[in-house]
């Protein structure tokens, strides 16, 4: 019989146990072990049953139990120093306020930063992500928290998360979506001084609209604002916007960013107006899902009576872009005729010329679709600084997105590189020491062994009940008991499986890696895992694949795909694999977080030189998979055929043999007493923890984003105040104006004695430009120097820009005189050009207006010396 409604029933707490309220209403227990461990000696079993979940765990624990647990003195002491360390970790300076003490006013850190995302991964009691987007902003918010940053989270609330996955008897992934009860989870209602719900309202075309709740989650120190659209007051439709994550029509996500960009930044106001938080100076977008708070914000300085122009110059000046795709499919396109709708005359942002809004998403560059609304283009637009995840995304991004800065070269394009972390606290097992490191062989190597068994139990614990699930009978499953070796080399492989990620790049050649699982000597296990989009049928086909490979009798105690990869599997994953393997098509992966998580448990890396891999790798910490990605010419089954060999190559004759590799540990009794251990492998583990482990941290991440970003931002957002955003606006207004009549007219050099010139050198260049009305204090006049290839093209990424200098006033012509020296500094052939680029003081770089003028046609051409 099912009941016709659900509600929720909270405990009361004897008094002494209050504080466990406390406790679980606060992520931080997801990080923090001492809290864990309290709630797990609460209840064992409940916890067990909970899932780690500690609102789950008192919501079922019983009344008599809470009795006992009142008068037990041992367990109030535990629960007393675990609230005073709760309450000191909130509120005692750290490194952040440390920072502003020391540096001041000047310092230039911002009072605040909002932080928009469509996904949060904070723990597996709060399924609000899908993937390596979503654990990579629960992870800023976590170490923002660790390093007291004052960040304020912002996403939605989707009532039935992602989904669940599970597999059909023939492998075939099958989606199920439960519903999710804020009330359930550790989660408050942001209400107002009455008591009354906040509630940020859309305004939808034909006299709509879309209200929200807003909850608040407590990660540490930082709060996390999630909006809600399941409120009584909308109508059917407004009320499953914030249904499931990535779901529903093109308008349904349209809707869904809308409140998120929007509804998000009212949110914030509405929490900064209730709590008395600073409000934000700095507003950093997490992909272009939330792009769309530039305009709010360009909506409430409208309202306040300043220009659109001189708005968005405020706007921009205090906004930072991530992205996170290196594939332009990755980028979310709305058909521009559904924006206007929703932008229009009765739609949402009252005061906003909708055409301005449209224009701001437009692919007005060649090869743009002018039908499409761009969210990432949008966000670029919108946002004065921009970032990819790790250094060779930020090369793609910077190839990839050329086409708004036109005239530069794409190594010039502004979109700098923050190569993500991974938060140690929440990722690093609870039995690695602080420093583990310093263990000897010994005790590292059985340090590892513990956490490979307990990967196995977990494991079989998991397979179990998919296969029950896949419908099986427990009469049948016996053989699971045998299913991987806790002394095998384990290799991991979990992650989102679109096509580019190659989940099946290992079974290209399957009677070759069966032998590899196989091998009597040298045997291989791996745990697979992994989710595929719900409409992506060609993902499903590829787990389908490597499922019916897995379920053969002949290799299932050797492989195994696990369904419903989450956080609590990875949890247990990644301390528990020797190896990690991560084979996507290079360049494609934009950071590809994973192995770092492993690396912090001391596994190593097995990988294609993609994302953070590409600049951090050193034979140290495990291996590089050699790639075809500079073959142009080769077919997709070419190249997987090649970088499949590459990969089974790597693993018979340099992985696992180092594996079983083994021989008395130093310090072994002479008897020969002991284990024998694999010591070159063991000091490839001990480099992974020593020198790439604090690279990959998040600390380190969130410091970047401060000291590089946020301080940059939060100085540029206090420039421009009123007077200030309306001169820059003038002042671009103009420069665009009269950006036509600007050009580079003459050049010549002198000091050269023909084309032959000697390292330590100089030339002189002298330059007459064009500037119609613009000063030369509005533009920079440059040369630009360096080596060049057969077709006299400059290298860019290893060119040099040197400002030339004005010589007296115009000519009679209105010409400018320009004049510098060039240092010769290198050998081999080299070559200038000249060119013009705006310069004001409010500019962020020389690129950010997308203007450069260089030598007009009949302009005497540059020198190429050899």
Not at 42 to 64: K, Y
Request: hydrophobic residues 40%; aromatic residues 8%.
């Amino acid at each position: 019989m099912k009941a016709i409604r659900r509600f929720s029933v909270r405990p009361v707490f004897p008094e002494p146990l209050r504080p466990l309220g406390e406790l679980a209403r606060n992520f931080r227990w997801s990080w923090h072990p001492a809290t864990r461990e309290l709630f797990r000696s609460a209840d064992p079993a409940g916890w067990e049953a909970a899932g780690g979940d500690p609102v789950r765990l008192l919501g079922a624990v019983s009344a008599r139990r809470l009795e006992e647990l009142a008068g037990d003195g041992e367990f109030l002491r535990r629960l007393d120093e675990a609230a005073r360390d709760l309450r000191a970790y909130v509120d005692a300076p750290r490194w952040y306020q440390d920072v502003r003490e020391e540096r001041g006013e000047a310092g230039g850190l911002p009072a605040a930063v909002a932080y928009f995302s469509p996904e949060f991964g904070i723990a597996e009691a709060l399924p609000q992500y899908s993937g390596g987007l979503g654990i990579l902003a629960g992870d800023h918010l976590k170490a923002a928290s660790d390093l007291g940053v004052p960040l304020i989270g912002v996403g939605l609330l989707y009532r039935r998360g992602y989904f669940r996955q599970s597999l059909s008897r023939d492998g075939w992934q099958l989606e199920h979506y439960p519903l999710l009860d804020p009330d359930e989870m550790p989660l408050e209602m942001l209400r107002e001084h009455d008591g009354s719900p906040v509630q940020p309202v859309l305004t939808l075309p034909g006299g709509r609209s879309l209200r929200a709740h807003v909850w608040l989650a407590r990660v540490g120190r930082v709060p996390l604002l999630l909006l809600d659209s399941d409120v009584e007051e909308n109508a059917g439709g407004e009320r499953e916007v914030t249904d499931r994550l990535y779901g529903g029509s093109s308008e349904h996500r349209l809707l869904q960013e809308m409140l998120l960009g929007v509804g998000g930044v009212r949110a914030v106001r509405a929490y900064c107006r209730l709590t008395g938080h600073p409000e934000p100076e700095v507003f950093h977008t997490n992909e272009g899902h939330a792009g769309f708070l530039g305009l709010e914000r360009v909506r409430e300085l409208t309202a306040a009576g300043r220009g659109f122009d001189a708005a968005l110059e405020t706007v921009r000046a205090g906004t930072l872009f991530t992205t996170h795709t290196p594939v332009p499919a990755g980028i979310d396109r709305f058909d521009r005729e559904l924006v206007a709708r929703h932008f229009g005359a009765d739609g949402e942002l009252p005061g906003v010329d909708g055409e301005e809004v449209l224009r701001l998403g437009a692919e007005s560059y060649p090869g743009g679709d002018p039908t499409v609304f761009n969210m990432a283009v949008m966000g670029l637009r919108l946002a004065q600084r921009a970032n990819g995840v790790s250094t060779l995304h930020g090369a793609v991004s910077r190839e990839m997105f050329a086409g708004l800065w036109p005239g530069f070269d794409p190594a010039e394009v502004p979109v700098a590189s923050v190569t993500n972390g991974v938060h140690a606290p929440t990722w690093v097992a609870d039995d690695v020491p602080p420093d583990p490191a310093r263990l000897d062989d010994a005790a590292l190597w059985r340090l590892r062994r513990v956490l490979r068994e307990r990967l196995v139990r977990d494991v079989r614990a998991r397979l179990y009940a998919s296969w029950r699930q896949r419908g099986a009978a427990h009469a049948e499953l016996g053989w699971i008991d045998e299913v991987l070796d806790p002394d095998v080399l384990t290799v991991g492989f979990a992650r989102r499986v679109p096509s580019y990620k190659r989940l099946t790049l290992m079974l290209h050649d399957r009677e070759r890696f069966t032998r590899l699982l196989l091998d009597p000597e040298r045997p291989v296990q791996l745990v697979v895992a992994g989710k595929a989009h719900p409409a992506d049928d060609g993902g499903k086909r590829l787990i389908q694949e490597l499922v019916r490979y897995a379920d053969d009798p002949a290799v299932r105690h050797r492989i195994v795909f696990l369904p419903d990869h989450g956080m609590g599997m990875a949890q247990q994953l990644y301390p528990g694999c020797d190896v990690w393997l991560n084979n996507p098509l290079r360049p494609l992966e934009a950071c590809g977080t994973s192995g770092m998580k492993a690396a912090l448990n001391g596994g190593l890396n097995l990988s294609v030189r993609d994302g953070w891999w590409d600049e951090w790798y050193e034979p140290d910490f495990g291996w590089a998979v050699p790639t075809a990605d500079g073959e142009a010419a080769l077919d997709p089954e070419r190249r997987d055929a090649i970088e499949a060999g590459a990969l089974y190559e790597l693993l018979e004759r340099h992985v696992a043999p180092r594996f079983y590799d083994r021989a008395p540990a130093p310090g072994a009794p002479a008897d020969g007493g002991g284990e024998p251990v694999p010591g070159r492998w063991i000091e490839m583990v001990r480099q992974t923890l020593d020198r790439l482990g604090p690279r990959v941290h998040a600390d380190r991440m969130v410091r970047e984003y401060v000291e590089r970003l946020y301080v940059p931002a939060a100085r540029a957002h206090r420039a421009l105040d009123a007077v200030a955003a309306e001169e820059s606006a003038a002042w671009k207004a103009r420069v665009r104006a009269e950006w036509p009549r600007v050009a580079v007219d003459h050049v010549e050099q002198a000091g050269a004695d023909g084309d032959a010139l000697e390292l330590g050198g100089a030339l002189t260049l002298r330059v007459r430009v064009t500037l119609g009305a613009l000063r030369p204090d509005e533009v920079e006049v440059q040369a630009v120097a360096g080596r060049v290839d057969e077709a006299d093209a400059l290298a860019w990424q290893d060119s040099v820009r040197v400002p030339l200098k004005p010589v007296g006033g115009p000519d009679l012509d209105g010409r400018w005189a320009y004049e510098g020296p060039l240092a010769l500094d290198r050998t081999g052939p080299y070559g200038y050009t000249v060119r013009i680029v705006p310069a004001h003081r409010l500019l962020s770089g020389a690129a950010e207006l997308g203007l450069v003028a260089g030598p007009s046609a009949d302009a005497t051409p540059p020198g190429r010396p050899d």
